[in-house]
């Protein structure tokens, strides 16, 4: 199936008028240059620090793909792009460049040598895009300089949810929001009100692309204004008529208002107003505002999700386990993995409420035997499950810790075995016990704090009762309401 993608050349910002840079005489204000000029120097920053450890293959002349985290970032190098076996790395550092998106990726070995350009991919997420869109999103490098440079030309495949670029060169790459409305996410009290400004992180100084520090560039002139980013045309705009709410324009009297305006010295910015009573649904509310380019199509969608409070924080959890060897009978194990969700309501008095708890079937593989066993055949001849948990424990361990514990029953297999003889005959079947249930359960600590916004996201991990030793547990916990 054919994918529509979007091929586009960065768009030059013009940050003042051409009359006025010509007035100014001196053009040092460039990512190299010492200032004189008007134009500010792009920001520079410290080289990222490695987190975790780095992906590696060997590559050669026949070409190959490499992918780190999951599938996030993945390198591609074309046949004949490398004249002999090169071991090639992604290693992940932490994000540097005024509105970076996740984390940044360095490519090793620094100096390698491409006869032909290799693709650098990101893959996106819905929650990586608050606040901006994968239209406006870009992707940038770091220079000896410090400063971070958007790539003049990338692909956006909208339907695989990746943006790519060519490259010949290795250094720290990351996936970048130019332009972004700020503060993405937001809680609010019924009847408050939260500042909107949309933001520009990117700019141009004599020419390239650079990333700056999210801030309005204020010049005092609205002429002077820069222009906005786009795919399709280098004359961009927000559309500050465009305002809305869950969709409908300058908001209703059940989710809230918006009043946008056209201020000087700003690209755009609103006030939100929530309503007197949190929504029933559809809360956290949408608020948003479109970006058109110069033929006045709306080329984006600005999104900012604000969550009017008067319901308690709900909490999506997912866990899973996969295990090795787990007895499923006597004598028997496999390798089993098993699957949990629910939803944690934090209440305003540190107790959790647990609701809408899915036990998933447990699945197993690779039944064997332990090695040495004398059998020469074996089935399990009952159902086995890994772990069904109905009993759910929570509340406020610390300040800001809460301790969630829960527990269940795991139902082991009964089981067949045949035994070889002396003459290589399989002579059985002989019964085991009846399948037996034993007790199983789990817990884990998570920080309050941590999700202080819709969307906020973090995965832990289970212990047994101790609470020291890892019972092979993880849990990835999402704030959803």
């Given at each position: 199936?054919?994918?529509?993608?979007?091929?586009?050349?960065?768009?030059?910002?013009?940050?003042?008028?051409?009359?006025?840079?010509?007035?100014?005489?001196?053009?040092?204000?460039?990512?190299?240059?010492?200032?004189?000029?008007?134009?500010?120097?792009?920001?520079?920053?410290?080289?990222?620090?490695?987190?975790?450890?780095?992906?590696?293959?060997?590559?050669?002349?026949?070409?190959?793909?490499?992918?780190?985290?999951?599938?996030?970032?993945?390198?591609?190098?074309?046949?004949?792009?490398?004249?002999?076996?090169?071991?090639?790395?992604?290693?992940?550092?932490?994000p540097?460049?005024?509105?970076?998106?996740?984390?940044?990726?360095?490519?090793?070995?620094?100096?390698?040598?491409?006869?032909?350009?290799?693709?650098?991919?990101?893959?996106?997420?819905?929650?990586?895009?608050?606040?901006?869109?994968?239209?406006?999103?870009?992707?940038?490098?770091?220079e000896?300089?410090?400063?971070?440079?958007?790539?003049?030309?990338?692909?956006l495949?909208?339907?695989?949810?990746?943006?790519?670029?060519?490259?010949?060169?290795?250094?720290?790459?990351?996936?970048?929001?130019?332009?972004?409305?700020?503060?993405?996410?937001?809680e609010?009290?019924?009847?408050?009100?939260?500042?909107?400004?949309?933001?520009?992180?990117?700019?141009?100084?004599?020419?390239?692309?650079?990333?700056?520090?999210?801030?309005?560039?204020?010049?005092?002139?609205?002429?002077?204004?820069?222009?906005?980013?786009?795919?399709?045309?280098?004359?961009?705009?927000?559309d500050?008529?465009?305002w809305?709410?869950?969709?409908?324009?300058?908001?209703?009297?059940?989710y809230?208002?918006?009043?946008?305006?056209?201020?000087?010295?700003?690209?755009?910015?609103?006030?939100y107003?929530?309503?007197?009573?949190?929504?029933?649904?559809?809360?956290?509310?949408?608020?948003?505002?479109?970006?058109?380019?110069?033929g006045?199509?709306?080329?984006?969608?600005?999104?900012?999700?604000?969550?009017?409070?008067?319901?308690?924080?709900?909490?999506?959890?997912?866990?899973?386990?996969?295990?090795?060897?787990y007895?499923?009978?006597?004598?028997?194990g496999?390798?089993?993995?098993?699957?949990?969700?629910?939803?944690?309501?934090?209440?305003?008095?540190?107790?959790?409420?647990?609701?809408?708890?899915?036990?998933?079937?447990?699945?197993?593989?690779?039944?064997?035997?332990?090695?040495?066993a004398?059998?020469?055949?074996?089935?399990?001849?009952?159902?086995?499950?890994?772990?069904?948990?109905?009993?759910?424990?929570?509340?406020?361990?610390?300040?800001d810790?809460?301790?969630?514990?829960?527990?269940?029953?795991?139902?082991?297999?009964?089981?067949?075995?045949?035994?070889?003889?002396?003459?290589?005959?399989?002579?059985?079947?002989?019964?085991?016990?009846?399948?037996?249930?034993?007790?199983?359960?789990?817990?884990?600590?998570?920080?309050?704090?941590?999700?202080?916004h819709?969307?906020?996201?973090?995965v832990?991990?289970?212990?047994?009762?101790?609470?020291?030793?890892?019972?092979?547990?993880a849990?990835?916990?999402?704030?959803?309401?």
């Amino acid at each position: 199936m054919r994918r529509d993608t979007t091929r586009h050349q960065a768009p030059f910002l013009i940050l003042l008028a051409l009359a006025t840079l010509a007035g100014c005489g001196d053009s040092g204000g460039g990512p190299d240059g010492g200032g004189g000029g008007t134009v500010p120097p792009p920001t520079r920053t410290p080289v990222g620090t490695t987190t975790g450890s780095p992906t590696s293959q060997n590559i050669g002349p026949a070409g190959g793909t490499l992918t780190a985290a999951g599938g996030a970032v993945s390198l591609t190098v074309p046949a004949g792009a490398l004249a002999a076996n090169t071991d090639i790395s992604i290693q992940a550092v932490t994000p540097q460049a005024p509105g970076a998106i996740g984390s940044s990726w360095r490519l090793l070995p620094e100096g390698v040598q491409f006869s032909a350009p290799v693709t650098l991919t990101f893959r996106y997420d819905a929650d990586m895009m608050n606040g901006s869109a994968p239209e406006l999103s870009w992707i940038a490098y770091q220079e000896g300089s410090g400063a971070w440079r958007y790539v003049d030309e990338i692909t956006l495949d909208k339907a695989a949810g990746t943006l790519s670029v060519a490259t010949t060169h290795f250094s720290d790459w990351t996936l970048v929001q130019g332009l972004q409305l700020r503060p993405p996410h937001a809680e609010v009290e019924p009847g408050g009100s939260v500042e909107l400004e949309v933001k520009n992180c990117m700019t141009a100084v004599e020419g390239p692309l650079y990333a700056y520090e999210c801030v309005t560039f204020d010049f005092g002139d609205e002429d002077d204004l820069p222009s906005l980013p786009s795919r399709y045309n280098p004359q961009g705009t927000v559309d500050v008529s465009s305002w809305a709410v869950n969709g409908d324009a300058g908001g209703s009297g059940i989710y809230g208002l918006v009043f946008g305006a056209a201020s000087p010295g700003t690209l755009g910015t609103a006030e939100y107003r929530a309503p007197s009573e949190a929504p029933e649904d559809r809360n956290p509310v949408a608020v948003s505002v479109d970006v058109r380019d110069g033929g006045n199509r709306r080329v984006a969608t600005l999104v900012a999700n604000i969550l009017v409070r008067g319901s308690n924080p709900t909490i999506h959890v997912v866990g899973g386990v996969d295990t090795a060897f787990y007895p499923i009978a006597v004598l028997l194990g496999g390798d089993v993995t098993d699957k949990l969700e629910f939803d944690m309501v934090l209440k305003g008095d540190g107790s959790i409420d647990f609701v809408n708890v899915l036990n998933f079937a447990s699945t197993y593989s690779n039944v064997r035997l332990p090695s040495g066993a004398d059998f020469c055949n074996f089935t399990v001849d009952s159902p086995f499950e890994f772990g069904t948990f109905d009993e759910f424990h929570g509340g406020a361990s610390s300040l800001d810790s809460s301790l969630v514990s829960f527990a269940g029953t795991t139902q082991f297999a009964a089981s067949s075995y045949w035994v070889e003889d002396n003459e290589g005959n399989c002579i059985g079947p002989a019964s085991y016990p009846a399948a037996q249930a034993g007790s199983i359960g789990s817990r884990f600590d998570f920080d309050r704090t941590l999700f202080d916004h819709v969307g906020a996201q973090v995965v832990v991990l289970g212990t047994n009762t101790d609470g020291l030793t890892l019972d092979g547990w993880a849990f990835s916990l999402r704030r959803t309401r």
